[in-house]
């Protein structure tokens, strides 16, 4: 009992250490005062600047958002589509060539984002391609995709082999055999994956920044870095960061149920 | 149609978005920028006395951060995949959802709590905010190793008389070292290349390695940028050989 006690005390303290930062800023977004800890009265006057984009600042904020949420959309798109072919295009290879797609595909997970981001920087020098929206969302597509891979691969070795040769020899073209029993299969996978994309090119700047070239393109990581630059944490940053932290919170814990109720159904 | 061609279009894919890229970090590293080979901008990471401070500065840092995030986080892991404690997998996903929010801002929000509270930044901030960064990528392994242990062997120690704590040491902590061994690697090597974090934590006093190969490309000096890369490659080429073998299964992939 008292081991008991102790343990769920422990786990509560992490739990308090983890999200003490971000409490502190959802606190503070409900008063007006610019500097942290400085309690001015209840007002939703940062969020109202927030949304109706008054000020100078508030606009480049929204803007940044938009375009994170535009290229994170579009790059897991990218990302889930390549992804499930190559999964079951490796699922289907034998011998040397699958170990060697299956390695190079581990490279993006292993190199530290500022790698990944110097190469791609490098690349597009190389190639002489003009540096802004599309080459961000390419280096996106690069670090998302074989997360999609390792998602959408276990879904294919659960699956019955012998379903969709059932299929065409049943008379379906390939077309649909893939559409009607393949992808129904991998669903699931192509999911998580679509999912693990969207959110790590959320998170990403490292490969953004380097990637961004000098036209001016902001997402929100490269605008706080800006801010932090010069010292201070933008008010309107604070409903901001509270409203995405809720987000992310309830899509985490509804995924995360939906899934154990699947698991107890097995 | 062959059904492996459909790997086709991704092959092509990373050979011109992966390999190629890494190919010119090294062809980067090795010219002079006039078309000459050179050895220079390798040999200056281990003159220059900025860069190869900056480079152990980081290695201490990651070592120090990778240390207290085992201790933190492997009794984190063991408590939430233990039955006894925790029978919720909400629980646990509370544990890892911070990594799925953005680390500039959760960075940026750490920043702001020293400053509230008149600590000056410096080292030890580094390595709190650092530790408040990484601590969910080390917890998530070794939790997932954890979980999908077979608790039989436990029992099975114990049943032939060993003590909690000696089936603890020689069945448990054997066994979830692979998580172990991935948590390192997803908090060590980031730790090491960081450049953003750093920077806001301590006001740009401590300057990791990430941030020395950033303001080399911001001075436009590619090559040396591309050298110190290169550096850093070798360097996670020779941990993953090291890491491979016990690495064999999958423990830390993020697969959801």
Known sequence: MMKKIFARAYLAFVLFLLYAPIMFIAVFSFTKAKSLGNWTGFTTDLYKSLFSGASAESQNILSALGTTLLIALVASVIATFLGTLAAIGIYYMRGKKKAALQFLNNIPMLNPDIITGVSLFLLFVFLHISQGLVTVILAHVTFCTPYVVLNVMPKLTQMNPNIYEAALDLGATPRQALSKVLVPQLLPGMFSGFVLSFVMSLDDFAVTFFTRGSGGLETLSTFIYADARKGGLTPELKPLMTIIFLVILIVLIIMNIRSSNKNKHL | ?256
């Open chain 2, 1 to 256: 149609m062959k059904r492996s061609s459909w790997a086709i279009p991704y092959s092509i894919f990373l050979m011109l978005f992966v390999v190629l890229p890494l190919v010119l970090v090294a062809v980067y590293a090795f010219s002079d920028g006039h078309g000459g080979v050179t050895i220079s901008n390798l040999t200056t990471f281990f003159t220059d006395p900025k860069i190869i401070g900056s480079f152990l500065v980081s290695l201490e840092v990651a070592l120090e951060n990778t240390l207290i995030c085992i201790l933190i986080g492997y009794p984190v892991a063991y408590i939430l995949a233990d039955k006894k404690y925790n029978k919720s997998a909400t629980t646990a996903m509370l544990f890892i959802a911070p990594m799925a929010i953005n680390a500039l801002m959760r960075t940026m929000a750490t920043a702001e709590i020293f400053n509230m509270a008149g600590i000056p930044l410096g080292k030890g901030t580094l390595i709190f905010g650092m530790v408040y960064d990484y601590l969910p990528f080390m917890i998530f392994p070794i939790y997932n190793v954890l979980d999908k242990m077979d608790k039989s062997y436990v029992e099975a120690a114990q049943d032939l008389g060993a003590s909690p704590m000696t089936a603890f040491r020689k069945v448990t902590l054997p066994l979830s070292l692979p998580g172990v061994l991935s948590g390192a690697m997803m908090v060590f090597m980031p730790t090491v290349s960081t450049f953003a974090v750093s920077e806001i934590l301590t006001n740009n006093r401590i300057m990791l390695f990430g941030s020395v190969i950033n303001e080399q490309f911001n001075n436009l000096m590619w090559n040396q940028g591309a050298a110190l890369s290169f550096v850093m490659l070798i360097i996670i080429g020779i941990t993953m050989f090291v890491g491979n073998d016990s690495k064999e299964e999958d423990a830390g992939g993020l697969v959801l």
